[in-house]
């Protein structure tokens, strides 16, 4: 892995190095823009095109260095998301916050520009929203011109143990944790592939339950602990996609289960006791971020090379999936150039 003074990004909202925050129905309106200029162009084409581009560019003066690598990290405003920051901005990256809270993110971001010799800034993304997504990915690109490391760690875990549905009206763990990371990756992928040798890690989990693709949305017999498990083997399944998509590339891409039962919030929610440490889990994601000897598209438990349900080496059921993440998005990307779908 190539090593640079440091640049991340943490992915999860928009907060800006100077802790003001952006509004959020600035992003909506241009998330809702972004969409039908998709149908015609490459998603880096449209970077800097919307108003709301333009306005975070205006209020975030401060740009990584040029030997600074930039990182993404989603959902790094608490939990494992927020260890991960701090510890690329400890090594001299560029750290991406990201997040919906606005106060947490600014903590993790003033922490991290305090600490030296990283630096970092914070957006803020509901990733219940596909507009949010959208724009915080169109932001990205008009305030970055390199992306070299991409850790899609945010996510809604399987308490409370109820149905919930996003504002696109979908099951709610489904978009949250896998749909919106897809979509955000696509739309980022030009900046990786420009920043090669980089790597996107997905932080999935051990918990994985098979995508029954007649009840997607899990209509029936829903659980949060069966709606979480099925969005984490997606995030496995479309890792495999994109190892295959990415050979060749220097785009090494992997998913893992971090650890079991570190004590954040949404292990908290759910009130069982931690069995590890938040540091034993970002140490397996700092592997998968560091070695040499990561294969693309393997999958990790903790430290060690695992296997994954057997849905993932599915290869029907993969692009069942693909399918469906590209009609529910509206974009098919292939390398970075994206094109609508289904009208939108
Ligand atoms: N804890 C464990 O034992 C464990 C085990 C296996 C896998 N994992 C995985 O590790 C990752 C990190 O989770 P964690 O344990 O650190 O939990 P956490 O403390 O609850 O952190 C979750 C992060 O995701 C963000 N997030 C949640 N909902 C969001 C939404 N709708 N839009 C945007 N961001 C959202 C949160 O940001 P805001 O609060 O600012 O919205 C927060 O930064 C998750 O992918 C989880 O599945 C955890």
Redesign the pocket.
């Known amino acids: 892995m190539k090593r640079f003074t440091n640049l991340v990004i943490v992915a ?2 928009c907060v800006l190095a100077s802790g003001r925050v952006l509004a959020s129905g600035r992003a909506l309106a241009s998330g809702r823009a972004l969409a039908s200029g998709l149908a015609l162009a490459g998603v880096g084409a449209l970077a800097g095109a919307s108003g709301f581009a333009a306005e975070v560019m205006a209020q975030t003066p401060a740009v990584p260095a040029q030997d600074q690598q930039v990182v993404l990290v ?8 927020k260890e991960l920051a701090m510890r690329f901005g400890a090594r001299g990256d560029h750290v991406i916050v990201h ?3 606005e106060e ?2 600014a903590e993790v971001v003033d922490a991290i520009n305090a600490a030296g010799p990283g630096s970092a800034r914070f957006y803020r ?4 929203s596909l507009a949010q997504v959208r724009s915080f990915a169109e932001t990205l690109l008009a305030d970055y011109d390199r992306l070299d490391i991409l850790i899609n ?5 399987s308490a409370p143990d109820e149905r919930l549905l996003t504002e696109d009206g979908h099951e709610y763990r489904f978009q ?2 896998y749909l919106s990371t897809f979509l955000l990756t696509h739309m980022l992928m030009q900046r990786v592939l420009d920043s090669a040798p980089s790597r996107i890690v997905n ?1 999935s ?1 051990g918990a994985q339950r098979p995508i029954d693709f007649d009840d997607v949305m899990i209509e029936n017999n829903f659980s949060g602990g069966r709606a979480y498990a099925q969005s ?1 083997l997606a995030q496995v399944m479309f890792t495999h996609d994109l190892a295959e998509e990415l050979e060749g590339t220097g785009v090494v891409v992997g998913s893992l ?6 004590p ?4 908290l929610r759910l009130g069982v006791t931690p069995r ?1 440490t938040i540091a034993e ?1 970002a140490d397996a994601v700092m592997q998968v971020v560091d070695s040499d000897e990561f294969e693309s598209g393997q999958y990790f438990s903790g430290l060690r090379q695992a296997r994954a349900n057997a849905q993932a080496y599915d290869a029907q059921a993969r692009a069942r999936l693909k399918q469906l993440s590209e009609e529910l998005t509206g974009i098919r990307c292939r390398l970075g150039r994206c094109q609508a779908v289904g009208g939108r």
Request: no cysteine; glycine share 24%.
């Open positions: 999860s909202g989603t959902g790094s405003t608490s939990g494992l998301g997040g919906r809270n947490r993110g993304a509901d990733f219940a760690n945010a996510g809604f875990g949250v944790n932080v989990s984490k289960h971090p650890a079991t039962y570190m954040t919030g949404m292990v590890a889990g």
